[in-house]
């Protein structure tokens, strides 16, 4: 495989088929060239048809093996098309990344109706109804297969101006939990991952644009602050996150949210309880109000994606 295609993957995924969807630009396009690159043939997914076929060209050009698929995911027949392209194109699929992403930011006062079903449809919906299409195609196959879900430190903590966002993110999350349970028996893992990396989507956030401007007009590397601090990158630096869970190598991770952003792989917990209390008979809110600040709520959860800190410049 030309080096052009090859980001840090020694690992080998010839003979299988792989889906990005949103795959024309950004974190999807760093995935799927770096599955072309590790041997498996891409269908690049996107709803920009100019960048979904630049896309599967610029990875042919490179010596592998891609076809463009021009559709908005979100509803069921775009999700059965693109498993059915998979198929009829190169035999067989393999592996899901259910990628394609939007923003419609506002606070929840301002927030239109509009604002939150877009996200939803393509964030939630479109991951909902591509994964089912790819898990009945794997069950059909029986030999396994990969589902690789984006999540996000947004859908993890929430954010601000993020409701829709945040929501359907935290609940990609739960999805991958739920499908890892279902999809066990049949040999397929599911996993949500959760980038960080310059991209449209990030490369206006005021603290990270000028290394972002400086990174895309310089050359200058990221410092060590936004790769480490921040795990803030590229997306060929999330990429070989993809290609190792979609690898043999990653046979027995499912149900994980995992992170990866610049220099920094992370597991992300799973809620869980922390604090709990306990009395006979049940609680009514006057004995929770008695106990309250001294029990269960003595130590409260954080919520919010903690503001990026610059090293002050000695
Ligand atoms: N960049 C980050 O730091 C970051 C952080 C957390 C999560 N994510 C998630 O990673 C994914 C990729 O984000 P990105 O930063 O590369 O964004 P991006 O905006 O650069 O790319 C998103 C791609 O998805 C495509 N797309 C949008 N709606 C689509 C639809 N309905 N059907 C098909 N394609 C569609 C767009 O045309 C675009 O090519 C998203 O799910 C995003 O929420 C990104």
Redesign the pocket.
Known sequence: MPSALIKGASVDLAGKVAIV?????????AYAQALAGAGAAVVV????GD?AKAAAASIVASGGLAIPHV????DAD?ADGLVGTAVDEFGRLDVMVA?????RDRVLWKMTDEDFDDVV???LR?TFTCARAAAIRFREQGDGGRLIL?????GQRGNFGQTN?AAC?AGITAMARTWALELAKSGVTVNCI?????????RTIPAFAPYVEALEQRGQPLPAWLRKGEA?GT?GDVAGLVVFLASDAAAGVTGQTIGL?GDRLALWSYPSEVATAYTDGGWDADAIAAVYPMSVGREPQTYGIPAPAAPVAS
């Open positions: 969807t949103g795959g024309g630009r950004g974190l999807g396009f997914n996107d709803v920009d960048a559709a908005p995911v979100g775009v990628n394609a992403g939007i923003l449809r393509v964030h479109g984006a999540g996000s430190p947004a966002y993110k959760v980038p960080t990396a310059a991209t449209e989507m990030t803030f997306p952003g």
